[in-house]
């Protein structure tokens, strides 16, 4: 089966650093994707890991560990637009396309 | 390009009914998928189809069928529908080009009521 762990809610302040990290554990790894939702909205892609170490992506970065199962968005210069919801997804199979999304982290940015 | 759309935004349905939701996709897309969200539960996949005329089960399957005829539309539908299927629904597409990675590309959502 698949599980990913992410924490449900997150509050940091307009300006600062934030860290949303993502543990899992799945039967086969080929990827770790991270999505934006914003209340009432869609959700839309943020960023990719296939490899060990950090992806950026303009005030954005994504981490992944592979031997940790563990992988983490980071925030930086946060505004108030971040505030959303923010999904981690793993696609465990091979010649597949699904995603396995975990529950979701409801940031909030605050003044 | 108008993406991923979705028809109808909205719908309440009594226990029982049927009904069917469309997704429509104008990129050329191989791959197309239908997911529910429940408060806290996150995204989870309904059923999904690797190209015209396929459709193969999610994780969550039962209650729902699916259909697949022309490359741009994906229909789900809700034979007898249960207050357990209130739910938000989203419908999205990926290319399936084969890279490692494929970036899904989602419709507003459909919230559907059952009474």
């Known amino acids: 089966g698949q599980s990913l762990e992410q924490p449900s809610e997150v509050t940091a302040v307009e300006g600062a650093i934030v860290q949303i990290n993502c543990t899992y554990q799945?039967?086969?790894?080929?990827?770790l994707s991270w999505y934006q939702q914003h209340d009432g909205g869609a959700p839309t892609f943020l960023s990719y890991?296939?490899?060990?170490g950090l992806e950026e992506t303009g005030r954005f970065s994504s981490f992944l560990s592979r031997s940790d199962s563990y992988g983490y968005l980071l925030l930086q210069e946060l505004q108030m637009k971040d505030s959303a919801s923010y999904f981690c997804?793993?696609?465990?199979?091979?010649?597949?396309?699904?995603?396995?999304f975990g529950k979701g982290t409801k940031l909030s940015v605050i003044p | 390009n108008a993406g991923v759309t979705q028809t109808p935004k909205f719908r309440v349905l009594k226990t029982g009914q049927s009904m069917t939701l469309l997704c429509a996709q104008d990129?050329?897309?191989?791959?197309m998928y239908w997911y529910r969200q429940d408060p806290g539960m996150g995204l989870r996949l309904i059923h999904y189809?690797?190209?015209?005329?396929?459709?193969a089960k999610g994780e969550v399957p039962d209650g729902y069928n699916v259909s697949r005829l022309k490359k741009q539309n994906f229909l789900l539908g809700l034979e007898s529908a249960a207050p357990s299927q209130t739910s938000v629904y989203f419908c999205?597409?990926?290319?399936?080009?084969?890279?490692?990675?494929?970036?899904?590309?989602f419709g507003p959502g459909t919230r559907l009521l059952v009474l």
């Open positions: 890991n296939a490899l060990d």
């Open positions: 997804a793993v696609r465990p199979r091979p010649g597949s396309y699904q995603l396995t």
């Open positions: 990129m050329n897309h191989e791959y």
């Open positions: 999205a597409s990926s290319r399936g080009t084969g890279k490692f990675q494929e970036t899904q590309y």
């Open positions: 189809s690797v190209g015209e005329g396929t459709t």
């Open positions: 799945t039967s086969g790894f080929y990827g």
